[in-house]
């Protein structure tokens, strides 16, 4: 069974640097395919796709965060990473990480789908 | 910059059949998944890779796509299939995923 936990701190004040991680069970990042993503969702608004970090350690980035964004993984720890420096309150948002693995018959080098969701962490600036 | 676009709201009523457009200028060359959140959860998985729909997942959801717009259908919808659903896909570049807006869908 695969399972997801968020964990870091709540609030966070503007200008600092958030890290959060993302402590995994039920597969390992170094199995060909597989990866985890950042995603997030402000308070009452829509799905906000961060990065991913796939088995490779290929990282993708969106634009919109990318200057500000880092994701690692620790393999032995079955952790997964996300840094975001320059915290402003409209980064304020539940911040979900999530698991998935390419499908055999994927012609993708790197397969973009979400899986199995963690039940998010809430982080508040101010 | 790209984007997904959803209908904010749908509404039904019990037993009929709910459909929620997604539309995307790179959908004809990109996948697309489909989620639904409910309130205060984290998003489920209900349809992957346009039309497959994952184990668990009842057979009244299903999806598919045609040009630039993705449809999930659910045939014969069910007070509890009420909350939120999001599109996903992939940037038209293939670096990155997006979000649709997400659409509300009441059963009442």
């Known amino acids: 069974q695969i399972t997801l936990k968020e964990s870091g701190p709540t609030l966070v004040k503007p200008t600092q640097t958030l890290t959060l991680t993302c402590t995994f069970s039920?597969?390992?990042?170094?199995?060909?395919?597989?990866?985890v993503a950042w995603i997030r969702q402000p308070p009452g608004k829509a799905l906000e796709w961060l990065g991913v970090?796939?088995?490779?350690?290929?990282?993708?980035?969106s634009p919109s965060v990318k200057s500000r964004l880092t994701i690692t993984k620790h393999t032995s720890k079955k952790q997964v990473v996300l840094t975001m420096s320059k915290m402003d309150p409209v980064d304020t948002a539940t911040y979900f990480c999530v698991h998935s693995r390419k499908p055999d018959y994927s012609p993708y080098q790197y397969y973009f789908g979400l899986g199995v969701w963690g039940q998010g962490t809430t982080v508040t600036v101010s | 910059s790209y984007e997904l676009t959803q209908p904010p709201s749908v509404s039904v009523s019990p037993g009929q059949t709910a459909t929620i457009t997604c539309s995307g200028d790179?959908?004809?060359?990109?996948?697309t998944f489909w989620y639904q959140q409910k309130s205060g959860q984290a998003p489920v998985l209900v349809i992957h890779?346009?039309?497959k729909r994952p184990s668990g997942i009842p057979e009244r959801f299903s999806g598919s796509s045609s040009g630039t717009v993705a449809t999930l259908t659910i045939s014969g919808a069910q007070v509890e299939d009420e909350g939120d659903y999001y599109c996903y896909s992939t940037h038209s570049n293939g670096d990155h995923g997006v979000f649709g807006g997400g659409t509300k869908l009441a059963v009442l």
């Open positions: 039920g597969f390992s990042l170094t199995t060909g395919g597989v990866s």
């Open positions: 890779e346009d039309n």
């Open positions: 790179a959908l004809p060359r990109a996948y």
């Open positions: 970090i796939f088995w490779d350690d290929e990282r993708r980035y």
